[in-house]
């Protein structure tokens, strides 16, 4: 194998030559502490960046085996390697000539802790992979520069970043204890016959709307009322207390700006883990978790939202009910019935952004216009039947509508963004002041058929080209000559998560979508392949930028791609 020395002379040969003559530096080179490699030369400097692998031997890098043997501590143990790098390379990484010259970076990471192609660690070998801009001089080498780059600057980086003997130890003791207890906590949940946990002394709010880290000096930390209090012991951190959310129908009360929808985003997220000092570390949530919202203008292929819709205007089916232009009510209910087709098994819904005409129907308004002119069956007529038909649990915000006191299990009422268990108070307000509202429900929730996607809707291909899959932000992906939009699936937290969504798209239609298995069987074959085989399965070079997503969002993904057609 070549080495160092043979790149620094092979790099300044290139000085000053054609961008293109860049290529020749792919391949493996031998450094003092480890294996440089590069995978993907970019084509010009303005072009996305080289792809490179950095692999240390675990003798160099020195991690003791119980930071990474079991799986908890493996993906912390990845995703705290991943901030150490990111944060050395930022460092490091400094502008040298046009384009991307001087780069160095690796997946931009957030608040959670994620299964990332970025970092890998075995028995034998620490793996991390990143981006390189190869510096240029307009459209020339710059040769000097990138055997700076390459031969000094990534061996001061690994360095500093991936060995453990460089690293704060107690940090990265703290880093796998947090992410090993809370997944302790998400799978000891259902034992106890709880959907989420909040722990006391937890840190809802956020910075702001556009800034994920903890609001820092006027938070309120959360405390749970007696009457929901739980406890745990966790494997690290021993005793924990907290409010326990339990399975059926939960209602969220409070007055407006108590805090309501912070405690619901707080849930929604609570099916990934966070970083310690997140605030929401030890925040769980059922791994089936989906958020519901209303999304006019989605499409919508195919679903049976009979449950919730029937006899539209011109005879629309709505057994198989198929749009271009969904309404706020009929993507709210294809939203459902998507979740429950995937196997959800909590709903999550906020009144902020719910469509009020499928969330309630009063006395008042159902005297008005009779049930047959009303194609809607409201949410609140569902709620129980989803429960006891399907085992599907709901929390939902709700400020507006005392109607909902009927049908829950819990009430919990925010006020000055503390919790407070108001379930018998609600009740008792039920019992005396009725809605007599007629249920329009019906005896069961309905039947959930699965839907069969037809390969030939399903085009990645452009041009020439027969795959072409790009993310455009943390909420678009461009599929082919399609654009899929993803802003209302808001459980997608890393753009990275859309790399690999759209990435499983192209791998499903290759593998498993033939025109015969149902929609949730194509998702369990592609998560399992993907448990079995890691997020390389989905791209032939191995790639940095993959961060795991559930099966929710692959689905969320495939159901917004407007050519799909099902059977
Ligand atoms: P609601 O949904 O009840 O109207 P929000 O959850 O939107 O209220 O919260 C209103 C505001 O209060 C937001 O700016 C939020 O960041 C802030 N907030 C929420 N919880 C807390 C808390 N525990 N401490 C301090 N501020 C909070
Ligand atoms: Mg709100």
């Known amino acids: 194998m070549t080495n160092r020395e043979n790149l620094r002379q092979l790099l300044l040969q290139l000085d000053e030559r054609g961008y293109k003559a860049y290529h020749d530096i792919k391949g493996s080179y031998q450094f003092p502490d480890f294996t440089l490699i590069i995978d993907r030369v970019q084509g010009d400097p303005f072009a996305t960046p080289s792809q490179v692998r950095v692999q240390l031997p675990q003798s160099v890098a020195g991690f003791p085996p119980h930071l990474y043997q079991i799986p908890s501590r493996e993906i912390a143990l990845r995703d705290y390697l ?33 299964d990332r192609t970025s970092a890998f660690v075995t028995d034998t070998i620490v793996e991390v992979r990143f981006v390189v801009g190869l510096p240029a001089q307009g459209r020339r080498i710059a040769g000097r520069q990138a055997a700076q780059m390459l031969c000094d600057d990534i061996p001061r980086l690994v360095e500093q970043s ?87 129908v939960t209602l969220i009360v409070g007055g407006g700006y108590h805090g309501k929808s912070t405690l619901l985003r707080a849930i929604e997220l609570g099916v990934y883990n966070h970083i310690p000092n997140d605030g929401r570390e030890l925040v769980v949530t059922h791994p089936a978790a989906v958020k519901i ?9 195919g679903v049976d939202i009979s449950p919730f819709i029937n006899h539209l205007p011109q005879e629309r089916s709505t057994r198989q009910f198929s749009t271009t232009n969904a309404s706020g009510s009929t993507s709210q209910a294809a939203n459902i ?72 299990d819990t009430v919990i009422a925010m006020e000055n963004f503390q919790p407070q268990d108001v379930t018998e108070k609600a009740k008792a307000i039920a019992q005396t002041n009725k809605t007599e509202r007629a249920s329009e429900g019906g005896e069961q929730f309905g039947q959930i058929t699965p839907r069969v996607p037809l390969p030939e809707s399903i085009d990645p291909s452009r041009g020439q080209r027969s795959v072409k899959v790009k993310v455009r932000d943390v909420d678009e992906v461009v599929f082919g000559t399609e654009e899929i939009d993803l802003s209302a699936v808001e459980q997608i937290v890393e753009k990275g998560q859309l790399r690999a969504v759209s990435q499983a798209i192209v791998y499903a239609k290759r593998e498993y979508i033939n025109g015969q298995r149902p929609l949730p069987e194509i998702l369990d074959c592609v998560m399992s392949s993907i448990e079995a085989q ?7 070079l191995p ?7 559930r099966r929710f969002e692959l689905a969320a993904a495939l159901n917004r791609l407007r050519t799909l057609k099902v059977r």
């Open 82 to 114: 991943t901030r150490s790098f990111s944060r050395a390379a930022r460092h490091i990484s400094s502008r040298r000539g046009t384009g991307s010259s001087g780069l160095i970076a690796i997946v931009p990471v957030g608040q959670s802790v994620l």
């Open 162 to 248: 991936l060995k453990y003997q460089s690293l704060d130890a107690a940090a990265i003791e703290h880093h796998v204890e947090t992410v090993e207890d809370a997944d302790w906590l998400r799978q000891e949940l259902a034992e106890r016959g709880l959907v989420a946990f909040i722990p006391d002394g937890a840190i809802l709010p956020r910075r702001s709307g556009v800034n994920d880290q903890p609001l820092s000096s006027d938070a309120v930390p959360f405390q749970s009322p007696t009457t929901l209090r739980v406890e745990f012991t966790c494997p690290n951190r021993g005793l924990i207390a907290g409010m326990g959310i339990p399975a059926g």
């Open 293 to 301: 919202r209303a999304e006019d203008g989605r499409s919508v292929a």
């Open 337 to 408: 019935i998507e979740a429950l087709e995937a196997d959800a098994k909590l709903l999550l819904v906020d009144e902020d952004t719910a469509a009020t005409n499928f969330m309630i129907r009063d006395r008042r308004m159902q005297q008005l216009i009779a049930k047959d002119k009303e194609p809607i069956t409201p949410f609140i007529d569902k709620v129980r039947q989803l429960y006891t038909d399907c085992g599907v649990s709901t929390i939902l915000v709700m400020g507006g509508s005392g109607d909902y006191f009927d049908v829950a």
């Open 534 to 540: 890691g997020l390389d399965v989905l791209t032939t």
């Open 543 to 549: 790639e940095g930028d993959l961060v795991l997503f």
